[in-house]
């Protein structure tokens, strides 16, 4: 039953048993086989977390028998004895996931204190006070995460006596009060729990180990788990480690650093250094600490020593590292390394420094990239030219701007965010109860904390702007409004917060758009060697364009008529063909908007040729270009009732008798798409005219354009064939006027309803490429309209776990993915040389870029700004998943 | 390249030749060699047609050549000779395709009539009267239908010249009158066409065979195609035969005749009979012929062996017959034979009767009955209790009743109908133009015509009510109205009229549900025995349950329970519990609307014991509850307008408020079915306990009852499972209160998204049993809102024929039907005994049935009043795909 090993001292493990051991405990076995200075320790493994939790909490048999042991070899290794009263081994015990689940999971140190060990370390350190001061620590933190009593009890308690003596800091309390405040915390114990402060060392080893396996299941941990997609059966591993000190006098310390800066990705060592103060002093970002370069004044052995430590670990593990480590009287102990969570930025350049210094291939480095953190790279930034006086300036913690209106909560936050309001959470410091606001918000500001502070740590992770530690506002919850400089801000009022440079502003301020850095357009033509998708772009104007090829944009894969048709001096013609009634009447109208469309089919085409554009042809229900039914309603009633002139009241109820003509119970399932172009083909036949003497007048110019003219909604191909002869009859006859020139295009359709899927295969005989549009796909193969499903369940559906993601966001594989691979089967099986694609808000998610390499498609399209993010998906996919294709 | 035989003398073909010799032919060849008295003649083939048409109306080689030999077998015969001046023979043309299209295709008599011939005729007859009639006859019909001269400019000559002599009527006008007639018909075919009316024979059959080719695709024929789902590639044969004259004298005539009541399917010879003249006379419906019981009088040796004959084909073909014939000098020919068309009370009773006789099989039997058809024996009637007096009576030629506005032309019928009003169309006779809009028409009167007349023909075949040859009505049509008996009728009035009596009645009349005859009964007992499927019922009270149970039902496919909710005195409670914003303030509502579910489930529950009975949760959005949004918005703004009390007006808007918040943009894609269960997961709870509180009531009374709890718009498995542990929770709850007795019931999903189509084998792991509701499956699959889609493009998309069917009313087996068979096969591999069906209207159309059948599903569900249909429909498609299962 139990020849599984359930424990492994830290020599017994390596780097790669991260599943087991978890990313601290390899990270630690991994430290110490390559000889970094890393106190002894052994790690209970994560299977034995699954099935102390699978057994409703009951240890498997031989995992504490197997503790013991370890535990006896660390006495051995070190010559204490743990609960001794002469020379007492002191151990932490910390969780350790096999993903990386900062701050999320609960620690204990100084655990084997008792009445007895306290008297031992008082000996040897010969500093009762700093003996006392680790005794009241752990009581306080053991009661409060093992034994949940409330901290603010001892902290309350802890203040009385300070208060008391008349003292400004703790340290300043001396060693017999903190006996008393030791004896009045066992006080507290006892009347919140009913029992004694538990002196057997065992029995508080085995309360924290259970401490640190049932965490895995609160309620932090899941929300964070939901947030960041990690699995719920990982389970995590428990360490049980040697104190180090670094809280027992001025050469003493402890310290967070990463190798190289994760906010930019330059090669410097970058940290924080907190003298006489134990590890979560720093984490915690209750004390602003010191630049690691302080170290280096301070104790400069122990620094350079450091910066050693970290080159090994770095070409070790060729990739920036994110340490903690400890001083303790001038020695250095190594507590932690791991792989840094990085900026996007950072992300970029330490990826592409590393291949120039030869650490990493260039497939790594676009392996070490996650896609949708590029995101923020892509994110607007103030506009440097205004000229803005902030009102307080914080840490600059994570780059990118964010505006809206003040908050002080995470509810609100939440609540506020999911109505559609901007809102920046303004808050002390952020705790892990947090997150579901930070991930409503625009951004974070914190009057508290570092750069590696809670708020700074998450922040970064979604890619949302953060300044941190902005001392200078005074926030009164109460009052709803913080103050600063002697002004007041009140929940409501809107700032903006600048993530890069740390500056809070008054008001909304003026953003620009981003721009690629050197490093992150060489990461792309990394890329573009290796994936296999084309990336192409979604753009409706000539600017859209430009900015798309910028991006790297290898044609437009969408091109949207009906937003040429919404603009102010169009509309009236517009509305004049809908209201028009029969084709006669739609002739002027039409005429005048062949003019336009000529116009902007010849801007567009110019703007991308060569490359290929895909236009496609009237899509939305005509009512949309038609005023508004229900305000209309309100205004005829009310000149009704204001008297107004008979003709006016008689003009306006004709055109809402139209509207609610053409009002349908479900637009998206209504008249639209290609069901416009059968009703009224002289609508389509325009718009092909448009197209093909916008491509002749370019010829003529000697331009030469590729056009992918797209009928959308199709679900027969009776319906592609009808057009497809309207549409190519209007070319024949155009091309008899052009000496019989040929013109470069093909006629496809969209796969966007379920039905167009199913019968590919026929559409294929007619059509020459399809594009998958996923939106709609996805609305009618899980019967959710996007209008109402993102506003009123998804949510719900999310929460309670019965999604894992928004569909509109993440394709649906097992849905909508399922249709899409019969169709690529269906149509490639009519014709092998189909050029198949997908354009709408998928194309530029990593996950559904993936999805689409896959099952086979030629190109992504999304928007200019996610061009590189699908870029970079497309890379990661390819070398994911080899395909054959050239 | 012709050595395919493009023609056949009758005695060369057979029955079984129908594709190649068109019904006609076939029915004439037949007849020919059962040795019946068949006037000599050949039919050119279907193929010769088609190649016709395919070569743009070009005759393909051999096919004239071969007609010149046959007409050459018929002089042989007859000893007449084609065109000559001594003894001319004279031949009718009638088209024949291989499915009946009466009235469609158009016919040619007294073809090799010229100014010569016509001499030949009135020495041999010794009657130059009729003669020169006959000529004259030709002349315009040959006109009309060859040459394309408008039929009223001869019609128009005549009139003329009977009033220049003061008759009355045609056959009165004298030989020497109607030679001058001839002559000014000649120049009206001169003035109309610029050359002379064609007096070469063999120019006159070529001339008339390709006007018969080319009337396959005329637009009467396209349409009737259309209505009729005939193919359009099957095209049409000629059939050329020796004139027999019925209208020589009082000793001729001609006649139509069944060989059982059509109508009601008594084993009576019935028909009608006209002296004196050619068949088109009888079928035109200008005069109103005698019943063919007449014959017997007036020429009783005919009568005898026109009786026998009948007998001989009606044992020849084992089918109702329908029969032209023709009387000429006391000699009785037969012109044609063909199954009868009947309506389905005739076809349920000829079908029962000929097993009875021995004739035909049980299986020949059901599928006699066209299941489509039959619906009109389920259709309401006159309710016979009511005393009402008719405005006038005219023949009963459909049965049935309908009730309506006044229409008097078919446009107007159509666009009527298809706004959804009720109309009966009024017309002095009704021609094939007609059809479209009888088709929308609860009801055809026409003035004149009898009982074989075009209206009473294509009414019978579609179910629709007529009364024909009502003569008292005088419709002037010009002023929109008919007097009868001095009153007025004007367009727009409300009439009612009864096809099973004949009688108009002024307004609207009470009508009362049709009930099964003995034959029917028998006939679906029959079903019973082949058919593979079961035949639920969507049923939502008592009250229709038992006339479920009636119509044969064997359970309830899909009881709805928002219908239940609707109720005056529920609506409230429902309104409160929409209301309440939480679960708690839920409770008092939830409660109420218990108790009423209960006592619901115990009625439906107790009315169908033992069959199954499978119950929908609660299916749509919940704004469907509360009051319209557009009258309210309305209301609140009148109020403000009307300064009314300030309170009433904010508990209105609050209202208004609510509703917004529920409003959706696409409804039927919105917040509905499962998903409200996911989000108030009390209501759903709340059913559950209604149904196994009902449920342990019938068990205490010693009633055994089988339940299906079904959730609708299951998407994923994870929601079925969240909901199916919440109402297993509630059960486990009441079951402890019950003893721990068990209740029979299974859980299972709708299929009504394409999603839960792609994920049936997931589902088939939580769920026992599925129905496929393809009224939303078709919404989704083809993206068709129905609300939207079948006002305003469905009809554009038949017009144009880009569908073959609406996708509402046939399941679109290509697109629906290939999600369906996906979902069979995944369920089944997961759970291979789990219970598939289908409800929504599908489940009672024919096709759609047969499509069920094919795919292996246990059951269709469908309303009650279409049981019969779908057990037949069931039956049929057993006996054409036979299927393994017991």
Known sequence: MSNKKFVYLFEEGHADMRDLLGGKGAGLAEMTNIGLPVPPGFTITTEACNAYLAQGNQFPEGVLEAAYVALGKLEEKTGKKFGDQENPLLVSVRSGAPISMPGMMDTILNLGLNDASVQGVAKLTQDERFAMDCYRRFIQMFSDVVLGVEHHLFDTKMVQHREKLGLTYDYEIPADELKKIVEEYKIIVKEAKGFDFPQDVKQQLVMAIEAVFSS?????????????????????????????????????????????????????????????????????????????????????????????????????????????????????????????????????????????????????????????????????????????????????????????????????????????????????????????????????????????????????????????????????????????????????????????????????????????????????????????LSVRANADTPEDAAKAREYGAEGIGLCRTEHMFMAQERLPYVQQMILAGNEEKRKEPLAKLLEFQRADFYGILKAMAPLPVCIRLLDPPLHEFLPNYETLLLEVQAMKFQHADAQQIEEKEILLKKIRQLHEANPMLGHRGCRLGITFPDIYVMQAQAIFEAMYQLKAEGIDVSVEIEIPLVIDVKEFLMLKEKIMAKYEELKTLQKDQELNFMMGSMLELPRACLVADELAKEAEFFSFGTNDLTQTTLGFSRDDAEGKFIPIYLEKKIMKENPFAVLDRKGVGELMKMAYEKAHATRPDVLMGICGEHGGEPSSVEFCHMIGLNYVSCSPYRIPIARLAAAQAAINYPRKDA
């Open 216 to 532: 895995w299941n609160n309620q932090r941990a899941i929300v964070y788990r939901k947030i960041n997609k990690i699995p719920d059966d990982l389970g995590t591993a428990v360490n049980v480690q040697c104190m180090a000190f670094g809280n027992m006098g001025n050469d003493c310390g402890t310290g967070v650093a990463f190798t190289r800066n994760p906010s930019t990705g330059e090669k410097e060592l970058y940290g924080e250094f907190l003298v006489n103060a134990q590890g979560e002093d720093v984490v915690a970002g209750i004390r602003t600490p010191q630049p690691i370069a302080k170290l280096k004044e301070d104790l400069p052995v122990v620094y350079q020593q450091f910066i050693d430590t970290c080159k090994i670990l770095e070409s070790h593990y060729r990739d920036l590292q994110d340490i903690e480590f400890t001083v303790e009287k001038s020695k250095l102990y190594m507590l932690q390394t791991r792989n840094g969570k990085r900026t996007a930025r950072a992300a970029v350049k330490v990826a592409v420094d590393m291949v120039a210094e030869g650490l990493i291939t260039k497939e790594e480095a676009l392996m070490r990239v996650e896609p949708n953190q590029i995101n923020q790279l892509l994110h607007r930034q103030l506009d440097p030219t205004m000229k803005v006086e902030p009102i307080a300036v914080g840490l600059p913690a994570s780059p990118g701007a964010g505006c809206g209106k003040i908050v002080f909560d995470a509810d609100t936050a939440e609540k506020m965010g999911m109505d559609g309001e901007k809102v920046v959470l303004v808050r002390n410091e952020t705790t892990p109860d947090d997150i579901h606001g930070i991930i409503y918000a625009q951004g974070v500001l914190t009057a508290r904390g570092g750069m590696t502070s809670h708020a700074a740590v998450v922040a970064r992770g979604m890619g949302k702007p953060c300044v941190c530690g902005c001392e200078a506002i005074k926030i009164d919850k109460s009052a709803q409004s913080f103050e600063v400089n002697g002004k007041i801000y009140r929940a409501g009022d809107i700032i903006t917060v600048d993530g890069a440079t740390g500056n809070v502003l008054a008001g909304e301020v003026r953003m620009i758009e981003p721009t690629l850095s050197d490093d992150f357009v060489t990461l792309l033509g990394w890329a573009n060697e290796v994936k296999k």
